[in-house]
T-cell receptor, first 113, second 114 residues
Framework: GENVGLHLPTLSVQEGDNSIINCAYS??????FIWYKQESGKGPQFIID?????DKRQGQRVTVLLNKTVKHLSLQIAATQPGDSAVYFC????????????FGQGTELSVKP | DTEVTQTPKHLVMGMTNKKSLKCEQH?????MYWYKQKAKKPPELMFV???????INESVPSRFSPECPNSSLLNLHLHALQPEDSALYLC?????????????FGPGTRLTVT
């Protein structure tokens, strides 16, 4: 079948621990980056964004770090809760492509109570 | 109201059928999007409408035909699909087309082509 050998990277954490989800992006001309959360049976939901002229941005319980040198993005979730269990996608928006979102492969976060 | 609604939730169709997916938003957004998402994969952009005009077509086969009848509605007409077109079809909208405008996603239509 078409999904043979394909799987999402998974991260399993204990409730209350911090989670770090990583993402490599491809386009050095990308201007803007977003983290999305997708729960089962739902569409992606915006979590936090960061512009290319920043290297860190904090939200409520979440922090995004951007390292443009190595084209790497990370999402840190503090005090992870069972409700955080979902698939997390990073997305980049290249400059001057009409706001086109290019999603990364995703990471499945599983929180153990 | 920050909701994007999609109907139907599930759709099973044969390869000779014609069907349509519908998307609606009442946030006054002027950009609307169709994405395709296969199992365990990220969403992939198909089409973008800006002010009811087709702005981006990501080289999607003509068996998928988008339509934006007004600023609140977006349709995706399906005809002569293949089994490999089975996927979750997501609609999104944003205030306008551009990098800084947050895209709000609907829950998707899960399509199965038999």
């Amino acid at each position: 079948g078409e999904n043979v050998g394909l799987h999402l990277p998974t991260l399993s954490v204990q409730e209350g621990d911090n989670s770090i989800i990583n993402c490599a992006y491809s386009n050095s001309a990308s201007d803007y980056f977003i983290w999305y959360k997708q729960e089962s049976g739902k569409g992606p939901q915006f979590i936090i964004d960061i512009r290319s002229n920043m290297d860190k941005r904090q939200g409520q319980r979440v922090t995004v770090l951007l390292n443009k040198t190595v084209k790497h993005l990370s999402l840190q979730i503090a005090a992870t809760q069972p409700g955080d269990s979902a698939v997390y996608f990073c997305a980049e928006i290249p400059y001057n492509q009409g706001g086109k979102l290019i999603f990364g492969q995703g990471t499945e976060l599983s929180v153990k109570p | 109201d920050t909701e994007v609604t999609q109907t139907p939730k599930h759709l099973v169709m044969g390869m000779t059928n014609k069907k349509s997916l519908k998307c609606e938003q009442h946030m006054g957004h002027r950009a609307m999007y169709w994405y395709k998402q296969k199992a365990k994969k990220p969403p992939e952009l198909m089409f973008v409408y800006s002010y009811e005009k087709l702005s981006i077509n990501e080289s999607v086969p003509s068996r998928f035909s988008p339509e934006c009848p007004n600023s609140s509605l977006l349709n995706l007409h399906l005809h002569a699909l293949q089994p490999e077109d089975s996927a979750l079809y997501l609609c999104a909208s944003s205030q306008a087309q551009g990098a800084t405008y947050e895209q709000y996603f609907g829950p998707g239509t899960r399509l199965t082509v038999t």
